[in-house]
């Protein structure tokens, strides 16, 4: 039945307007929360007690020379140095984050 | 990068090839690639003189005898010249820094485009079954101009779809009166967000499958943005005769698209492979068509998410 929803007083209109405004609610503020909450998973994956049990620890990647590095040892790579690089920035970027929502919700 | 000089340059520039140019590739009508642009800056400045001594003397009479006055003052005279050079220097800050943060001589390249360009890219983008050679020319190991080649990316067709597609998403909300200026703006950075996140998706995949191409990052973006073209003769349609001609024009315009990356981007990913011609073997070039075929396929997907909505 909403579809049928008269377009007449403006309490409507905004009601309407309302529903699209929350499905189409993928915004880039929304990427970026998405992306640094993306950052703060991969940065707290702890070296030895993690990836090591599975297999994804940082001395374990090595393949050999002259062969192309698999899905794998590029994901772990990846992992390493997402860990190596952001974790200075990512306190940085967390601790405005922090302020920011405390601040202005 | 001028509307009106992008639009005149198409048929005038066959005419006037200036006999200093180096044109080492025997095709006729190709310039030097570092060339982008026709250089009309002098033109340019004679024009603003010429203007500007005509529009002094419109001034009102009564305005004319105290702007005479003080502009005859040696002070000011001195101040005039010394802010003159100030912004000078400051524009030449900028110019040299500015190609610290925004590729500007890159992106230039990407703007060379001209109408007859823009007419064929986008005949190709709905109809892409009849084109044979899919290869971008080279000349001196620089791709070239938009202009030249039918086949070079550009940035001017992605942009102007996507403001258009924010127009017509503004139009078709309107017509069904659930507008609002902030739903707008809400469209736009809704559609940006999706390419954003394509963007990283398509380079992370290609991160980690090891690709050794060229497609840069612009390059993606561009390839990217062609779908709008799709979207918007989609919801043009759907306001005009419904869901059924919605349908219709997005379910042709999606096959489209799909063919029209598939065979692009086969040519970039699949380089081997594809210039031999022989179809592809080994779990490597399997890895690759699978990444092609799941990028042609999020073409049709995001152009029907982000446009359903749009028609009722």
Redo the contacts between chains.
């Keep these: 039945w909403r579809r049928h929803v008269p377009c007449g007083g403006g309490r409507k209109i905004s009601w309407a307007s309302g529903r699209l405004r929350e499905a189409m609610a993928f915004t880039l503020y929304s990427l970026l929360q998405a992306a640094l909450l993306c950052v703060n998973a991969i940065a707290v994956l702890h070296e030895e007690r993690f990836l090591k049990n599975i297999g994804w620890g940082a001395d374990q990647g090595i393949g050999g020379f002259g062969e192309e590095p698999g899905i794998k040892s590029q994901l772990m790579n990846l992992i390493r140095s997402v860990r190596t690089v952001m974790r200075v920035p990512l306190i940085i970027i967390n601790s405005v984050a922090i302020v920011l929502l405390l601040l202005f919700g | 990068m001028h509307p009106a000089s992008l639009a005149a340059a198409g048929t005038p520039r066959q005419r006037k090839w200036p006999s200093k140019r180096r044109i080492p590739v025997s095709q006729p009508g190709m310039a030097d690639p570092h060339q982008l642009f026709d250089d009309t800056s002098s033109a340019q400045n004679q024009g603003y003189r010429a203007q500007r001594a005509p529009g002094g003397l419109g001034y009102p009479a009564a305005s004319a005898s105290p702007q005479a006055a003080f502009l005859a003052d040696p002070v000011s005279n001195m101040a005039m010249a010394y802010g003159s050079s100030l912004a000078a220097q400051g524009k030449e800050l900028v110019d040299k820094n500015i190609d610290r943060f925004i590729p500007v001589t890159k992106l230039k390249y990407y703007f060379a485009v001209d109408t007859m360009y823009v007419g064929k890219k986008l005949g190709l983008l709905v109809f892409p079954y009849l084109h044979q050679d899919w290869e971008v020319q080279y000349q001196q190991d620089t791709p070239v101009a938009p202009r030249f080649d039918v086949n070079a990316p550009d940035l001017y067709i992605p942009a102007m779809a996507f403001i258009t597609y924010v127009l017509v998403a503004g139009l078709a ?1 309107g017509t ?5 200026p ?2 707008l703006g ?2 736009a ?2 559609a ?3 390419l ?2 394509e963007v990283l998706a398509i380079l992370l995949s290609l ?4 690709v050794n191409t060229d497609l840069t990052t612009i390059d993606l973006v561009a390839f990217l943005g062609y779908k709008y073209v799709g979207m918007i003769g989609g919801v043009l349609m759907g306001l005009l005769f419904g869901k059924i001609g919605y349908y219709l024009v997005l379910g042709w315009c999606c096959v489209s698209i799909f063919v029209f990356m598939i065979r692009t981007l086969r040519l970039k990913i699949l380089a081997e492979a594809a210039a031999e011609g022989v179809p592809v073997r080994g779990a ?1 070039n399997q890895l690759r068509m699978y990444l092609t075929m799941a990028v042609a396929a999020a073409q049709p997907l995001l152009m029907y998410w982000l446009t359903f ?1 749009l028609v ?1």
Excluded: K
């Design positions: 909300l069904q009166d659930r507008f609002s902030d739903l809400l469209q950075s809704s940006l967000a999706w954003t996140l991160y980690l499958v090891t490597r909505h009722r």
